[in-house]
C-alpha cells in the first residue's frame, strides 16, 4: 500500500493560519475547535473490519474518508499516530470457517490479505500500526479482571458481563437513555440472557463452546466479546485516552457506546476526546444489504465489465459531506468517471506540456514527484483548500478548488494543442500545476503517466522524423502513406495540426 511522500515544502504545514481546524463531535453534537492532548501530536483509532468477507461500498467510503483526514492532518503539520485493528474472531467468522469446511484462521487471513489489496486499489494509505483481537488475548483479560474489580462486571457460568447500569454516563454518545429502550422482548429468551442480571447487560466473555477456538482465561476457557477487543486494543496501543476515536456510524450504539463504559469505567479517563462517524452507503436510494441483492464488494464494482477507475470511486466519496449519507447509483459513478477524467488532465498537465513550456525541471527523474514540489502557502487556491478542509473536512469545498485549477489547466492544454501556445506565462502555469499535484495527493487524488505507454512513446527526434515523411508523401500527393503516418502518430497519443503554409505542429 502507498506511503505519502510528503515534504516539508508542499504542505504548508503552520504558514497559513487562516482559522483554527474545527471538527464535528458526535460526542458533543456540535463542531469544536481541535486541540490535542500533546501539541503537534495526534492518536488516532480507526474501528476495523471483521475479517470474514470482501469489504463493501461502505468499507470503502469509511477508510477513504479516514484516510483523508489523517492525509490532511499531516499536511497541516501534526505527527498523527494511526491504529486500527482487525476484528479476527467473530461468530461470522466461524460461521465462515463451517461453511468453507475451513478454519477460523485461514478465513480471518484471506479477508484480511483482501483488505490491504482492496485499499491499495483505492490508494488508501497503510496504518501506523493494525492490532489484531487474537493478538490482545491478555490485555483483553486485564482489562476485564479490573472491571470485575471495580464492581463493573460480573462472572456468570463461563461468561461475563458488563453491568450498563453501573455506568452513569451510559448513553452519553448515541444519546439514548436505557428506561426509554427495550432489551429481549423478541419474546424468545436466549440462554445468555437467562445468565444476565440485567438485559442491558453485555458480553465480555463467553465461555467456549464445542468445536469453537477457546483460550484459557480465570472464567474458565472461552473467547472475547466484540466490545472489549478494541478497548483493550487502544489502550495498548495508544494508551487510556486518545484524540479521535473513528468509525461508521452504526458503530454509534452499541459498539462505541460500549467502548466508552468499558474504557472509561476501567481507567476513570475519557476514552476519546473527539468522536468522528461517517455517513452510510445507500444503494439506488436503498440501504445496502445481502437481502435487497444490492450489496456490492469493492472488488465486484472494480472489476467488472467497464468497471470505473478507482480514483472514480474515491471522487464519488470525496464530493459528499462525510457524515451524510451517500446514494450510489449508475449515474452518479457515471458523472464521477467524468470528473476524475477532468482531474486526471490536469493532474497530466506538466507531464503533457512541461517541456513545451520549457520547464526547468521537465527533464528531472523526479518531476511530478510532490515530495520535490514547492507550493506557495499564501495561494488563493491553497488558502481555499486549507479553508474547506478546516471546517470539518469539507472535502466537496476541498474538490471545488481542484475543479478550478484543473479546468484551467486543461483550457491552456487545448490553447497549446489547437494555437501552438498557452496565454499564461510558463512558470505560472507550472506552480498552478504543482499546487494541483500536491493539495490533490492530500485527498489521495494522483495520476502519473502510464509507464506501459512510457514505452512506446517516440522521441522528439523520432516524430520530427515522421512529420517530415509525411510532409514528403503530401507533396507528391501520397495521401494514404500521409494518413497512415498521422494514424500511427495518433496511436501514439501524438496530435499533428496542420498550420497554413505547410507547417504541421505536434504535441503529446
Not at 477513504?64 to 490532511?72: H, K, N, S
Not at 489547437?418 to 506552480?431: I, N, P, S, V
Not at 495521401?479 to 497554413?500: M, N
Request: aromatic share 10%; proline share 5%; glycine share 8%.
Amino acid at each position: 500500500m502507498p506511503k505519502a511522500p510528503y515534504h516539508e515544502d508542499c504542505p504548508p504545514n503552520a504558514a497559513i493560519a487562516l482559522m483554527s481546524l474545527v471538527l464535528y463531535n458526535t460526542l458533543s453534537r456540535r463542531k469544536e475547535p481541535f486541540e490535542p492532548i500533546e501539541a503537534g501530536k495526534i492518536k488516532m483509532y480507526c474501528c476495523g473490519v471483521t475479517v470474514y468477507d470482501y469489504c463493501h461500498l461502505g468499507h470503502a467510503r469509511s477508510y477513504i474518508v479516514w484516510d483523508v483526514i489523517r492525509r490532511y492532518l499531516q499536511w497541516r503539520g501534526y505527527s498523527v499516530r494511526y491504529v486500527q485493528n482487525f476484528t479476527d474472531i467473530d461468530d461470522k467468522i466461524l460461521n465462515r470457517a463451517r461453511q468453507e469446511g475451513s478454519s477460523m484462521e485461514a478465513v480471518a487471513k484471506q479477508y484480511t490479505q483482501a483488505y490491504f489489496e482492496d485499499m491499495a486499489q483505492l490508494n488508501v494509505l497503510e496504518a501506523d500500526s493494525y492490532t489484531y483481537a487474537t493478538h490482545t488475548i491478555d490485555g483483553i483479560q486485564r482489562l476485564i479482571h479490573e472491571l470485575e474489580q471495580k464492581g463493573y462486571a460480573y462472572a456468570a457460568e463461563g461468561d461475563v458481563y458488563y453491568k450498563v447500569r453501573q455506568f452513569e454516563g451510559y448513553g452519553k454518545l448515541s444519546g439514548r437513555k436505557l428506561d426509554d429502550m427495550q432489551a429481549g422482548a423478541s419474546g424468545r429468551v436466549a440462554a445468555s440472557e437467562v445468565k444476565k442480571q440485567d438485559p442491558f447487560d453485555f458480553a465480555l466473555w463467553k465461555g467456549a463452546k464445542p468445536d469453537e477456538p477457546a483460550w484459557e482465561s480465570p472464567w474458565g476457557p472461552g473467547r472475547p466479546g466484540w466490545h472489549i477487543e478494541c478497548s483493550a486494543m487502544i489502550r495498548e496501543g495508544l494508551g487510556e485516552t486518545i484524540d479521535i476515536h473513528m468509525g461508521g456510524a452504526d458503530l454509534q450504539f452499541p459498539h462505541h457506546e460500549n467502548e466508552i463504559a468499558q474504557s472509561e469505567a476501567a481507567t476513570g479517563h475519557p476514552l476519546s476526546r473527539y468522536w468522528m462517524h461517517n455517513g452510510m452507503v445507500n444503494v439506488e436510494g436503498e440501504k445496502m444489504s445481502k437481502s435487497l441483492g444490492n450489496f456490492t464488494t469493492i472488488r465486484q464494482l472494480l472489476e467488472a465489465p467497464e468497471a470505473p477507475p478507482p480514483e472514480a470511486l474515491r471522487l464519488f466519496v470525496l464530493q459528499a459531506q462525510y457524515r451524510k449519507p451517500i446514494d450510489f447509483t449508475a449515474d452518479a459513478i457515471a458523472s464521477a468517471v467524468s470528473s476524475w477524467q477532468t482531474l486526471k488532465e490536469g493532474l497530466l498537465f506538466g507531464y503533457d506540456y512541461g517541456h513545451q513550456l520549457g520547464w526547468p525541471d521537465a527533464a528531472d527523474e523526479a518531476f511530478g514527484d510532490p515530495a520535490a514540489m514547492r507550493i506557495d502557502a499564501e495561494s488563493l487556491s491553497v488558502q481555499q483548500f486549507q479553508v474547506a478542509m478546516d471546517d470539518d473536512f469539507n472535502t466537496p469545498g476541498a474538490v471545488a478548488v481542484l475543479f478550478d485549477l484543473a479546468k484551467e489547466l486543461r483550457r491552456q492544454g487545448n490553447l497549446m494543442v489547437h494555437q501552438g501556445q498557452a496565454d499564461a506565462d510558463a512558470e505560472a502555469l507550472r506552480q498552478q500545476w504543482q499546487t494541483l499535484v500536491c493539495l490533490a495527493q492530500v485527498l489521495g487524488l494522483e495520476a502519473a503517466p502510464d509507464p506501459a505507454e512510457a514505452e512506446t512513446t517516440l522521441s522528439d527526434a523520432e516524430i520530427e522524423a515522421k512529420v517530415a515523411q509525411r510532409r514528403v508523401a503530401k507533396t507528391a500527393k501520397d495521401f494514404a502513406t500521409a494518413d497512415r503516418i498521422r494514424d500511427e502518430l495518433s496511436g501514439l497519443g501524438i496530435t499533428l495540426i496542420d498550420k497554413p503554409g505547410g507547417v504541421t505542429q505536434w504535441h503529446r
